[in-house]
């Protein structure tokens, strides 16, 4: 293998796993099988260079099954030709993939700058690796990792609608695209073609072509920023011919940037999802309030995602009712919210708890089943104990990685170093399936009691 390639393919393994903390990282061989390691340096030094895979996540053991995951390290899409075309026009795609990516990620800031961008022979690796890992095993960081769910999908929804041929700016054959392979996504057990190894499919070589310089990592939070603020402004049209069958309202493609504090956004996904749960416990039943329902969730999605996007998800909330709106009354809810002006909104109604409680007629059976009432001080208290959680789980990680790799240091030691009581501590080492040789720690102890004792 040429020194540059080894050089790439050490890079590319040190920067997706550099959080890693113990956790096996498997590499697979087409046809061959699969190997794993905790020792990344055993995984980057394979000799053998064609059709080899390596793990984007990390495990408790060997192998690479879903239900061993132990540390998510990243999002990652797999952009390629799903269909069979010559080399030469799959190359002209990837290259035409490459300049609308950079147009979305440098021109118009609608994509984050990716960690690594691979060149696998059929297609493209885009890779948004994390600052820190999320520890997963056995259910742990629940919340952070439906959060990275969330974020995985909602990105990739962005990067199939930049990828749309009426949407880019390439002057000679716009639909000379990639596609993203949606089967990826959200899929824990994926890997991933290690550069500097050979697409023996393809005739060519896995290299990395981004970056140049330092790689760049990222929390939840700051991807979270390009998800949940659209750029848009809403144009007065008039109303559309009445036999048209779509909902069509113009929008211009410039505006402000409409930016949400991290609770604002939480607030109302938990409002969304709370109409969601009352359409499908009401088994999509109107009940009298179709209309408030549709103008309410509108109002709410319209916020998160957006103009365009929020039609759409506006339609597809209608059509879930056994008996929906008409089109019309759909473009009047539309309309109606665009329309609103307030002191300090626009766009957007401020709704309350009673008010949607009132008008959406929600039974107290519907609040105590579904958690309906969502309130700032409620959601506070929720985010706070997440907080807690994810900091004591992070502590309670460490410990455990820390009992891990010193086995010669007694508990009472490390209890002691970390600030715990020594009941805490085999309770975080139970939970982890650490044990001892108990012949080590008791006499120490009985030791130290005796000292204790004496004086």
Known sequence: MAANARNEQQ???????HANHGSYVSRFLAGKG??????????????????????LHSFSRYGRRAEDIREITCIYYDLDMHEKQPMSYIEECTENTLQVLY??????????????ITRT???????????RSIACAKGRNAGQVEFWKLIYRRMGEKIKTILVPENNRLADDPEALLELDERVICDVSRVTRMPGTWNQKAGKECRVVFPEQKPRYY?????????FSEVYTAEKTEDPPAEKPKVIIKREQSGKIVEFDFFLKAFLQERIEALERLQAFRKGKGIGCRDYMCFTYYNH???????DQAINMLVSFNNAYE???PESEIRNIVRGIDRCAGDTYEG???LTNEWIVRNLKVSVLERDVLDFDVSKRKLQRKMAHQDTVRVREERNREIAEYIECHPEEIYASIAARFGVSLRTLKSIAKEAGIRRNRKVEKPIEIERQGKERKE
């Open 219 to 227: 929390s939840l939070k700051e991807l979270s920023a390009y998800i």
């Open 103 to 116: 147009d979305a990620i440098y021109g118009d800031e609608e994509l984050p700058e990716p960690t690594i």
């Open 348 to 350: 957007h109604y401020k």
């Open 121 to 131: 022979g059929r297609g493209l690796g885009l890779f948004y690796v994390l600052d």
């Open 301 to 307: 999605v319209k916020q998160l995602y957006g103009v």
């Open 34 to 55: 699969q190997y794993s390691s905790t020792n990344l340096a055993e995984i980057e030094s394979y000799d053998e260079n064609y059709n080899t895979y390596v793990s």
């Open 11 to 17: 890079f590319f393994i040190r920067t997706l796993h």
């Open 323 to 325: 008996v929906s709106l």
